[in-house]
């Protein structure tokens, strides 16, 4: 399938974020700045400015659509869109330091330009913003004064970035685990996708002191959706193109990670396991090896049981998204944006 | 001067805060539970029980203290003093990564022990963690339920590692700056020591709910015994005792730190000063490059210029807490806190 047409809200959302965004980022020390303009593509490696947007921004959609949805206006969730597009860079900084990345998004990793230290202190300087930007949009953004329920906002930032934490721990744990049960695999996907996207689909709704069913539902439906996308993104971490997804082959074969069609298709029990199994003990993995592992991964049913994972989450997203008394413009915004994220690149 | 004794307040906070620390500690996930443990001496690297108490727990006894000045309970204060300890242990780890350290408080530290991506992920977990302590102590710790002014301390938590990061990024700048003047030498060390400090000696009236004016008064006192606490640490750094210090003689010439008395002596403009920079240009100084240094910062008068910061920082420190009304046993037991922290070690 054809990449489906990218939905309104993304530019929509980016409009409105991108130069708060920025604002914030502005506000850090001139140490830190750059490093960190760098990351988010609005400035080079020299520090001049590229002109970048920020890019696609679906955490910042979710938020602001989270807000549009219960009768807010777009600014307010312009904070909780800015606080989960730092969370979720400063947690790309602080991973490609984790997993040696030298590249992402075709472009130098901060480590690899600036030092191992440099990516460490950029990043905690990232994750502290966030808090600040829900906690005082006036004084870091230039907005309003904080939302009533700023409190219960960066709670919710605090847990989520919590359970993302712990996910990443328990993926970095299982590079040196043989075998990953499904059940664990989604439960590390939960934390390290899921929670982040649960957050960013509520946040707009809780600045805009939505009653807390409604909170519930759009959290909920941000932590399937988020399931479904890492499905997807496992999917494509083994099948797609390199072309299109900016990395080699076979790429999570080649770190040896355990993702959701790996787990699956190790448990699966069946003869090609024992066969995957053993290519994937091996340190390195030549090209031949690595378009055999994915073969296996296919014939034991790997593949299968991450697209109806994909599939069933996507469903049980749009469940939650239906139970909510959303507003239908911005509800069937949620829905495209659901729609798109999943089929993306496949 | 031999070390003074001491106050009996660092006892009963420990008292107090370890076991609500412990308990914080024990709410971290299977992976990182046992590293964070580690870290703070709780626990040996193949995670059996230590029996440590947590350290000396200067910041806690800060936070309790600040909370009993203002009419409060000690309890009132253990949340501000369990996100302190979990923020300045945060730091530590990352700046293990950052400085390169193996060693700390003659152990290895842990990334030398756990890799440098378990050390990040570590400190990430207990920097959130410490958000996470003061919004919902409840959930947390076990403890009552979050303080009305939950949202304010937060924010100042939030507001103090913000500081404290720029600060430790500038201080990684001055490493490549051959010379740095003193204004910013002091400017960096208040954010790197001072804010932290700052926000321990007020968390506790924060979370009472104290006026702003006796909160700004202790937040003060804080940030100015911070200053005064590293012109010691700064002088400890040169001239300390290795056996009480526990690093190597001339730690800080042989980092190239760019410390207080270094920073004296070099804007000093005396003829030692040529020398002086000329011996720090060296990628690696030998032991007697090292006795040298040292001779030269004291000749050039980087020695009497950090101890009469430590001094006048000291006495603006107490000045400040003059002027906050507060109980008077808590409030001479800080100016008892005070004392021992400047008066220690020489």
Redesign the interface.
């Known amino acids: 399938m054809s990449n489906p047409e990218l939905p309104v809200v993304l530019g929509r959302a980016r409009d409105a974020v991108t130069p708060a965004l920025r604002a914030a980022l502005d506000t ?2 001139a ?2 700045q750059p490093m960190a303009a760098y990351h988010h593509g609005f400035a080079a490696a020299d520090g001049s400015p590229t002109g970048g947007d920020g890019g696609k921004g679906f955490r910042p959609a979710l938020a602001v659509l989270s807000a549009e949805a219960v009768g807010g206006r777009t600014e307010d969730g312009v904070p909780g869109a800015v606080a989960m597009e730092l969370v979720h860079n ?1 947690s790309l900084i ?1 991973d490609d ?3 040696n990345d030298t590249e992402r998004r075709h472009r130098p990793t901060v480590w690899s330009l600036f030092g ?3 990516a ?6 990232l ?3 966030a ?2 930007v829900v ?2 949009p006036a004084k870091v953004l230039g907005l309003g004064r904080a939302a009533a329920d ?2 219960s906002a ?2 919710r930032v ?2 989520a ?2 359970a993302m ?2 996910g ?3 993926d ?2 299982f590079e040196s685990e043989e075998r990953v049960s499904v059940a664990r695999c989604l439960e590390m996907e939960a934390g390290k996708t899921g929670a982040l996207l649960g957050c960013a689909a509520s946040i707009g709704a809780v600045l805009c002191g939505a009653p807390g069913g409604t909170v519930s539902a759009l959290d909920r439906f941000g932590v399937e959706l988020g399931l479904a996308y890492q499905a997807v993104d496992d999917l494509l971490g083994i099948w797609g193109d390199p072309a299109t997804t900016g990395k080699p082959t076979f790429s999570d074969l080649r770190q040896h990670k355990k993702s959701l069609p790996v787990a699956a298709a190790l448990e699966g029990g069946e003869r090609g396991a024992e066969e995957l199994a053993a290519l994937l003990r091996r340190s390195e993995l030549a090209e031949a090896d690595l378009g055999r592992a994915a073969v296996l991964v296919e014939e034991c049913g790997g593949r299968a049981v991450a697209t109806e994972q994909a599939k069933l989450r996507l469903e049980s997203a749009l469940g939650a998204l239906a139970s909510a008394s959303l507003l239908p413009g911005p509800a069937s915004e949620l829905v495209e944006l659901a729609n798109f994220v999943v089929e993306r690149q496949f």
Chains 1, 2 share one sequence.
């Open positions: 850090l020390s140490e830190l400063f602080h330091v984790i997993d191992v230290g440099a460490v202190i950029v990043g905690d300087a994750l502290v913003l808090q600040q906690l005082d700023a409190g960066v709670s605090a847990d970035t919590a934490i712990a990443q721990a328990l970095m744990a």
